[in-house]
């Protein structure tokens, strides 16, 4: 039968008041799994590279992030404005006789203008390519940018850096100079020359000869460390090229034994499993018979600053 349209329905039933306290449980059981969900995908999806939180872990980063490179440290403007602002600091300061690079220099190392220090682009050369902007993981290390920078530079000079290397910069970092940004852990200066002048003659050798074989030498260590030092190899070659002197040393001997320096190669140690650890043999040929002979050193790459493992020894083939 068809209810009426004016018909009222009845109000539901609500449910009975309970005037009790709530039941205390005997524990709490924290509810963790949508947090983590939620972290896992904001890591994700969050554009700066870094991976998921289910990947991350308490053991050394991937070896690709760490950089162990030989260059030259120089400045750039990032931006017109910077530029007019050291402009206005230099024309206040006196300056006179100087380049316009020794009085930029000059103005940013003083301190009253570190602002201007800070506002600088870092830009790391190798073999003059545009390969890194530099960035201090510690904002008091742009002391040591503004050191590195030469008021006179000479083709002489290096500079190492060592740190971890990021994604590449946005345009507005650098005044469109889109290369990769190093957070650098540690830089340090010197010149070239003074690895060959801390090398002992051996006996035997005259010195227009000993001076020969170093200027000789010394090109061809910057050959080998002619590169962007972010791989295992790289970082290898360029650690020994400045913290072990005991290669330019066997090398000069190998010349004064009428021996060349026919090679240099990489190989993964047998001994790498938790660790890396990197082999670089060193081929020597007899200029007469054409025979070689080879060393090797074993250098571990796992953590940001490399350090010899074994030191120069016969290398066999197994």
Do not use: W
């Not at 300061?93 to 940013?108: C, E, F, Y």
Request: aromatic letters at 8%; charged letters at 25%.
């Amino acid at each position: 039968m068809d209810r009426p349209m004016d018909q009222e329905f009845p109000a539901p039933l609500e449910p009975p008041v309970d005037d009790r306290p709530p039941a205390r449980p005997d524990h709490f059981e924290p509810v963790l799994a949508p947090a983590t969900a939620a972290a896992t995908v904001s890591t994700a999806g969050c554009g700066c590279g870094a991976p998921p939180l289910a990947e991350q872990g308490s053991g050394p980063e991937p070896a690709n992030n760490y950089v162990y490179v030989l260059g030259q440290i120089d400045f750039r403007f990032p931006s017109l404005a910077v530029e007019k602002e050291v402009a206005q600091a230099v024309g206040r300061s006196d300056s006179s006789g100087l380049t316009d690079r020794q009085a930029v220099h000059a103005v940013i190392s003083r301190p009253e203008f570190r602002y201007l220090a800070r506002q600088l682009c870092y830009v790391l050369c190798v073999q003059g390519m545009e390969t890194y902007i530099l960035r201090p993981r510690d904002p008091v290390e742009f002391d040591r940018l503004v050191e590195a920078v030469r008021p006179e530079p000479r083709s002489s000079d290096l500079d190492v850096v060592i740190g971890h290397r990021g994604p590449l910069a946005p345009p507005s970092l650098c005044n469109g100079l889109t290369i990769p940004v190093v957070s650098f852990e540690q830089v340090y200066s010197f010149a070239s020359d003074e690895l060959v002048a801390a090398i002992g003659k051996p006996k035997g050798m005259s010195d227009e000869r000993f001076e020969a074989s170093s200027k000789e030498l010394l090109r061809s260590v910057m050959q080998l460390a002619d590169n962007a030092g972010d791989t295992d190899e790289h970082r290898a070659v360029n650690y020994l090229a400045v913290r072990y002197p005991r290669i330019y040393e066997k090398t000069v001997e190998a010349f004064a034994a009428d021996h060349s320096l026919s090679g240099v190669s990489f190989r993964e140690s047998r001994l790498s499993g938790a660790r890396r650890i990197i082999d670089v043999v060193l081929c020597y040929t007899e200029r007469r018979t054409d025979v070689s002979e080879r060393f090797f050193v074993r250098v571990d790459v796992t953590e940001p600053f490399p350090f010899l493992v074994n030191k120069l020894c016969p290398y066999y083939d197994r």
